[in-house]
């Protein structure tokens, strides 16, 4: 699968089969882990809370003293994880609120000085990697808590009004480029401590109050650092250098629809999802999606070609919610028997229409296609118009029961398919064609 989308300058000094080739491990993995924890655990209310809230560095800072995550046990983090068919797994290393969860020398606003006195980072890299899960660091451009970094309209201490005088008045004294540094600084350090890292997932940049945007953030120098000291490892595209040569691997759309998701096809990308709407632990969230709703976000993110990235949100106890193992033992219920359908598999060969009510993938290694009942046909037959002659064998894909082919109905172009009346017992059954 040569991955669409690049073009050879984009691409700098690595062609098209070299890129496919050093994602290959991530475009197969298709289902990972994203973990958001920090601080911001302890209000419980939105890992923006100190933004929302604009709450000041000094008030924030009964959080960073109550930090105690007695409970925090990666390995039990890991098993979950792998028990739902997540293959990779991306850390909040540093959110905006600044707060570092590894031993940085760069910094004393980690975690090994609060009463957690653990390098957070390194007990979780060497959990998942013991799974056999891949490694991600999200690292935080954003930064409420460093003196140098330029308040402007995502800062806490944001101005109401577009007042340069007065923002020029509030970040005298800040120089950014010893921002750069320090982010520069621990990217390496991420990068140097902690064995063979996966994945860098940066996070986000925008046009500053000057408008420079990357420059803001060193990106150019950054991501050459990134790949000189991890030379496989995979990139997002919120460093800002999406013209840039090799600056980008893949695309990001957050917390979108499956329809929206449709127009992505055809390119490289990982949507990235909350359960509920926030991404770090929010006590009173009840808007949490489905077990269906899930599974609908990760076959339709393969069935046009894409990644799901499903976020978790611990607690300040270091642990994952009820609400969440609840979530995430459905999911490994349906991936324990259908995983075959979403690894290794992509959108289906154009010839190859989703029948009403169903999502197609096709695992491009095997060469089988998966029908995905989204809504199960209750009159005894399923019709795949076009199929005729392309399919010689039909079964469920939980528990490999023959469905058989109905000869008599299956006239033209269609291959009639007959159905048990009563649906199996999974959310979305999927019928597996070996094809001809
Ligand atoms: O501001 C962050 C947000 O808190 C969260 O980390 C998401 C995850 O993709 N990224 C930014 C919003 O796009």
């Given at each position: 699968l040569t991955l669409p989308g690049f073009t050879q300058k984009r691409l700098g000094n690595e062609t098209a089969a070299q890129k496919t080739k050093r994602m290959e491990w991530w475009t197969d993995a298709r289902f990972g882990m994203f973990i958001h924890w920090g601080l911001y655990a302890l209000p419980a209310r939105h890992e923006w809370v100190k933004n929302r809230e604009r709450i000041t560095t000094a008030d924030y800072q009964k959080y960073f003293d109550q930090f105690n995550p007695d409970q925090f046990d990666p390995k039990k983090w890991a098993k979950e994880a792998k028990n739902a068919g997540m293959k990779y797994a991306v850390l909040t290393t540093k959110h905006h609120e600044g707060f570092v969860l590894f031993d940085s020398?760069?910094?004393?606003?980690?975690?090994?000085?609060?009463?957690?006195?653990?390098d957070l980072v390194k007990e979780f890299v060497d959990a998942f990697r013991a799974e056999g899960i891949k490694i991600g660091f999200y690292y935080s451009l954003i930064d409420w808590h460093h003196p140098d970094f330029t308040i402007d309209v995502m800062h806490p201490q944001r101005l109401d009004k577009n007042d340069d005088n007065a923002y020029a008045e509030l970040n005298k004294g800040k120089n950014m480029a010893k921002y750069r540094k320090y982010m520069y600084n621990q990217v390496t350090e991420l990068l140097t401590k902690y064995g063979k890292i996966d994945i860098l997932w940066a996070d986000f940049s925008y046009p500053g109050k000057n408008g420079k945007g990357r420059d803001d953030w060193g990106s150019v120098e950054l991501l050459k650092q990134i790949r000189k000291l991890q030379p496989g490892i995979i990139v997002d595209n919120r460093l800002d250098l999406n013209d840039y040569e090799d600056g980008t691997d893949f695309e990001t759309p957050e917390q979108v629809g499956p329809k929206e998701l449709e127009k992505y096809r055809g390119k490289v990308w990982e949507t990235c999802q909350t359960f509920s709407g926030s991404w770090g632990y929010h006590r009173e969230e009840n808007t949490w999606k489905s077990n269906k709703k899930l599974l609908d976000l990760l076959i339709t993110s393969v069935a046009n070609g894409g990644n799901l990235l499903l976020n978790v949100g611990p607690t300040a106890r270091g642990e994952f919610d009820n609400r969440a193992n609840i979530a995430l033992d459905s999911l490994s219920l349906w991936m324990h028997a259908n995983s075959k359908s979403i690894y290794h598999c992509t959108f289906a060969p154009a010839e190859f229409k989703a029948p009403e009510g169903a999502k197609l993938t096709y695992n491009k290694d095997t060469k089988k296609l998966y029908v995905h009942l989204f809504e199960y046909p209750n009159t005894g037959y399923i019709t795949l118009d076009g199929y005729k002659d392309k399919a010689k064998y039909a079964q469920f894909l939980h528990d490999n029961s023959e469905i058989q082919i109905d000869t008599q109905k299956s006239t033209g172009s269609d291959l009639v398919l007959k159905l048990p009346k009563k649906k199996p017992d999974f959310e979305i059954p999927v019928i597996e064609l070996t094809l001809n």
């Open positions: 020398k760069y910094t004393d606003y980690k975690a090994t000085n609060t009463q957690a006195k653990r």
